[in-house]
């Protein structure tokens, strides 16, 4: 009974994902991808043949809304594209110029990691061994190792939060090391308080 269970919900996960709206626009993106720029990836590192297979990279044409995020634009500008993946869904997709790689964009502002289970893994692992985490400084990095270890894509408290409970953060940089210590350093956000129902003292 209870393996029925899972199955079945195993069997609603997988409907809802084909009916992402943000799965169906990676795969068609996965499926632009030409031999040409197939050899440009091979060429910056990258094992193009699987990650294709995966659907975790494609080309799309965009236009830049701001320094954060993009739209779909058929006479925009061809960027690469990876799916930010969480609990098995893609909830944002990631773009940026392979030539380019320091800057990217997001289209929906979910989510704040790819390989964000890396994460969650070097949290709960057993032992100091498992409780490493590989870190990389921007989304080409990520998939060059073949998406192993993280690419935090934006920095927000919860990003913030979840990083600082790992005990050993492993990066290729003296940079990407500054980089981090800068933000994990960075103080909370605290609301302002005020005062309510304090009468003033006569003068």
């Not at 393996?3 to 009916?19: G, I, S, T, Y």
């Not at 990676?26 to 043949?49: E, K, T, V």
């Not at 699987?50 to 993009?70: C, H, P, Q, R, Y």
């Not at 408290?157 to 600082?164: H, I, K, L």
Request: charged share 25%; aromatic share 6%.
């Amino acid at each position: 009974m209870t393996a029925d269970l899972f199955d079945r919900q195993d069997a609603l996960a997988w409907a809802r994902e084909v009916k992402n709206p943000l799965n169906i626009e990676m795969q068609a993106a996965s499926q632009r991808l030409q031999l040409r720029q197939m050899n440009l990836l091979r060429g910056l590192g990258l094992n193009a043949p699987a990650l294709l297979t995966d659907n975790m990279i494609g080309t799309v044409s965009t236009e830049v809304l701001n320094k954060d995020f993009w739209q779909q634009e058929e006479s925009g500008k061809p960027m690469l594209v990876v799916p930010l993946i969480e609990d098995g869904q893609t909830i944002d997709l990631i773009a940026f110029d392979p030539l380019d790689p320091n800057g990217w964009y997001l289209k929906t502002g979910h989510g704040f990691a790819l390989g964000a289970e890396a994460i969650t893994d070097a949290v709960q692992g057993w032992d100091a061994s498992d409780q490493r985490l590989r870190m990389h400084a921007t989304p080409l990095d990520w998939l060059r190792s073949g998406c192993d270890g993280c690419c935090v894509v934006q920095w927000t408290d919860e990003a913030r939060a979840e990083v600082r409970h790992v005990r050993t953060l492993e990066v290729s940089s003296p940079t990407l090391a500054r980089a981090l210590r800068l933000e994990l350093t960075r103080p909370p956000r605290i609301p302002e308080i005020e005062v309510k129902g304090m009468r003033s003292r006569a003068a």
